[in-house]
Structures are given as structure tokens and as C-alpha cells.
């Protein structure tokens, strides 16, 4: 019997009694969710700095500005979410009542990884309490400091009755996996996420399952050159690279790769200093482990820009690699570190197969400023996400959802409805990205914190604060949800696109009963 059977089967009498189920119990459930963040934010710069030496920016930007904003959001719409959804009638039907009624899945399991330890744990928690779920979380057991911090801290601000945090290492999540749940939310890599889905599979669970890949970014030679290397350096080394949707690789023509590595080498100097490995705004690999598995993928190709590493510091310099082969070792799996290999391709249609050729990535990336360049590319590719002339930004915008197809997300659910309109410091008409100011600092020196949260029942939590440094200019995006319905409504956000609904973390807003 496995020793957590107590747990799921006291947090399923409790959801069964119908607790979870009033909106006040939610509200009063997301708002303690706040608090925490608001009276732990030291505690989670320090633990986050311990685990991994993540900047204090980064984490603001990544970790704790995107979990309030989702509170913001949700707190403003669950009212709106939680109402029945009243349906066209036929002839025969004309006198009865027909409706969808959001029902919650009932007993969730949260399965957290260790590189947004926060944010990967508290945003689909932010969704399944508001479906009205009661959850089990698991953080990651990789992410030591942060583990404890949410165990010790969390349980504090939720009812106990029905929300849990289990801190369990490979054998014991095994074991865990064993109760049937009604719910599985994993983030991950796909090796973890096929042992999640065969566990699910034995009690017919569904699952969210989000994963990682390899995502080609391909820069063509039409494109501005200094802001393609800042927006690429951008996305490939913020976390040390350790981020699923960083651009995991550079295609372009010899003569770009000519003019790009100066320009990497000058942005990676601006961000960075002269020297990464004594900047206060670059993170570390998270372990040893890890280390020694982005340490052995240097020796593809070789490094024309760092390639310094120092085991006991967990450092790896920010790197390019150039003179890669297609079966080299590094463009066999998901670097998840701070190196970035550039392959040379003849023509945009050479890119193309090589992209197609490989599984479907859970993001993809454009540079160029020629549209017929960025239409092609998005045209005869597929991928779970699109984005043209930036990196990473995609993920800002709470109008996009976000998932895979294939190994990056097999499954994903977009359960949301559009929110509000864009930050106007963000976006203007569409989803066009504004041309913004140069940046005066290196971008990692230029973050103002975000405010502290309102105080008091039903008030707002804050949108991040934008830093005025983020790589702007015009930007397309494209983002897949799992459902063909979804992407019937026009996944490519152009000029005049209805929004899309964003990530698929509000578990169980949808019918039982899908068209």
C-alpha cells in the first residue's frame, strides 16, 4: 500500500464534502496565496540564491511578478469562470434548460520541477484551487532549499484539510504515483513525463504534461544584427539556460554567422561584464549532476566565445559553439545550459527541413526583417509556440496559451477564457510588440521591483512591473493549444487575430463533455 494512500484519501473526503466548492472558499484560498508570496519574498531570493545563484532580477521577473499577476488575473475573472455557460437548443428542447457547468476534477496532483521551483508550482496550484480542486504538490527534490521553504512555509497559508505538500525524492514519487488521482499536472523532461503518463494511465488520470526539446531559432540575413544577438543572448542565458523554451540552437548562413558572433560576443559583454563568472546576474547549474552533462557538450564542435566551466562553482560561461555537425552530441538532446551551438544552413528552405526533420520543438524561433521569411517559416513548421524577432517574450503575454506538440507537450489543455487587454507598456493594437527605447544599462542591472500587493479581501494583486530594458520591437507569436477547436479560432496572433486564452492551468474549467 503506498504510504501516501492517507493523505490522497483524507484530501478526497474533503473535496467530496464539498469545501473546496463555494467562491468565497476560493477567493479566501488564492488571496492566502498572495500573502505568501508577499511575506516570503526574501525567504524565496535567498533559497533560489542558494540553490542555483539566481539573481534577485531574474527570480522577480520569472518567478514571483508571473505568479501574481496569474492571482491578479484570476481573482478578476473566477466570478465570470464559475458561471454556468447556457448552450443553443433544438426545436424539441426549446422548454428545457441547457448548460455547461464547470465542475473540478476533484483530487489534483502537482508535480514541480526544479528550474521555476516557484512559478511551476504555484501557477497551476493558482488554477486548480480556483476550479475548486484539492491538490497535492510535489517540488522538486533537486531544488533542496526551495524544497524545504515550500514545505515548511506554504502549508502555513492553505487549509490544511485539503491542500498538501509532499517532499519526496525518484523512489518515493513512484510510490506516490500509485493513488489514483483525478488530475496530474507534470513539468519536466519527456524521459519523467512517459513515467508520469504509464502511472496515469493505470486509474485512466488525465494528465497535463509539460515538457521540454530542442528549439531551433534561425536567423536569416535580412535581419537587424545587434538586436538579434541581445534578444538571443537574452533568452539562451537567462537562467544559465536552463529554461524550456530558450532557443537551444542557431541556424543561419556562414556570412551571418560572421556578423552575428561579434555582436553575441559584445551583448554577452554588456549583460555579463568581461568576466560572467563574477557577475551578480548570471545563475549557476543547478547540480552536479546536471554539471557534468552540460560539461560533456562542449566537446561538440568548439567554443568560439567562453567555454570556461569550474565544477566546484557549478560554472559554465556563457558559450557559442560553432562548427557543429548535425550528429554531434549536443544536438541530440536539450542543452538546458548556457551554450549555444550555431549550424550553418545554405537558404530558409534548408532551415525549414532541417526543423522538420527533428521532433516538433515547444517553441520556435524567427529573426528576419522580411515577412515573407517569418510567413514561410511559420507556414511549413510546426511547433508549440512561435515567435518572430524576439525570444522568450511569448511567454509575458497572458492573451497566448502556452503548450506543445509531441515530445515538447503531448497533451495540453487550454482551459481559459481571453483575459484582459495587454500591459499597455507592452503591446499595442494586436499582438504586435511596440518598438521600445535602447537600452541605456546592461539588461540584467535594469529591474525596479514590483509594488507590494493591496491589502484587504478581493483586492488586486499587482501586474509585473515591465523593466524598460526587455527586448522590444515588432514581434509575432504563435501558440498551439492541444484542441483543434482552439486553434480554429486563429492560433497566429496577427493585426486583427482573436486572443487566444494562455496557459492550460485552470484544470478543470471545461466541459466533462467536449464537443
Known sequence: MSPHAGLVSRLRAAWLSGKTRPMEYRVGQLEALGRFLDENKQDILEATALDMRKPPFEVELSEISICRSELNHTLNNLGTWMKDEHVEKNW???????????DPYGVVLIIAPWNYPIQLLLVPLIGAIAAG??????????SRNMERLVAETLPRYLDKDCFAVVTAGVEETSRLLENKFDYIFFTGSPSVGRIVMAAAAKHLTPVT???????PCYVSDTCDVQNT??????????????????????????????????????????????????S?????????????????????????????????????????????????????????GPILPILTVASVDDAIAFINTRERPLALYVFSSCKK?????????????????????????????????????????????????????????GSCLLPGE???????????????PA????????????????????????????????????????????PLPWRPLFLAFESRFPP
Open 438 to 452: 535602447p537600452c541605456p544599462e546592461p539588461f540584467q542591472r535594469c529591474h525596479h521591483p514590483s509594488p507590494a
Open 209 to 215: 504534461l509539460e515538457l521540454g526539446g530542442k528549439n
Open 373 to 429: 521569411v517569418v510567413n514561410r517559416v511559420l507556414e511549413r513548421t510546426s511547433s508549440g509556440g512561435f515567435c518572430a524577432n524576439d525570444t522568450i517574450m511569448h511567454m509575458t503575454l497572458t492573451s497566448l496559451p502556452f503548450g506543445g506538440i509531441g515530445t515538447s507537450s503531448p497533451r495540453n489543455r487550454v482551459l481559459r477564457v481571453p483575459p484582459r487587454p495587454l500591459h499597455p507598456a507592452l503591446a499595442g493594437p
Open 280 to 336: 551578480p546576474d548570471f545563475a549557476r547549474i543547478i547540480g552536479d549532476k546536471q554539471f557534468q552533462r552540460v560539461q560533456r557538450l562542449l566537446r561538440s564542435g568548439h567554443a568560439a566565445i567562453g567555454g570556461q566551466t569550474d565544477a566546484e562553482a557549478r560554472y559554465i560561461a556563457p558559450t557559442v559553439l560553432v562548427d557543429v555537425q548535425q550528429d554531434d552530441p549536443i544536438m541530440q538532446e536539450e542543452i538546458f
Open 133 to 142: 480542486n484539492c491538490v497535492v504538490m510535489k517540488p522538486s527534490e533537486i
Open 92 to 102: 424539441a428542447t426549446q422548454l428545457d434548460s441547457a448548460f455547461i457547468r464547470k
Open 455 to 498: 491589502a484587504g479581501p478581493g483586492a488586486e494583486f499587482p501586474a509585473p512591473v515591465l523593466n524598460p530594458c526587455l527586448p522590444q520591437g515588432p514581434a509575432w507569436y504563435r501558440c498551439r493549444p492541444s484542441r483543434l477547436r482552439g486553434l480554429c479560432r486563429g492560433s497566429v496572433l496577427g493585426a486583427n487575430a482573436e
Open 229 to 278: 544577438a541581445r534578444r538571443v543572448a537574452w533568452g539562451r542565458f537567462f537562467n544559465a539556460g536552463q529554461t524550456c523554451v530558450a532557443p537551444d540552437y542557431v541556424l543561419c548562413s556562414a556570412e551571418m554567422q560572421e556578423k552575428l558572433l561579434p555582436a553575441l560576443r559584445e551583448a554577452i559583454a554588456e549583460f555579463y561584464g568581461p568576466n560572467p563568472r563574477e
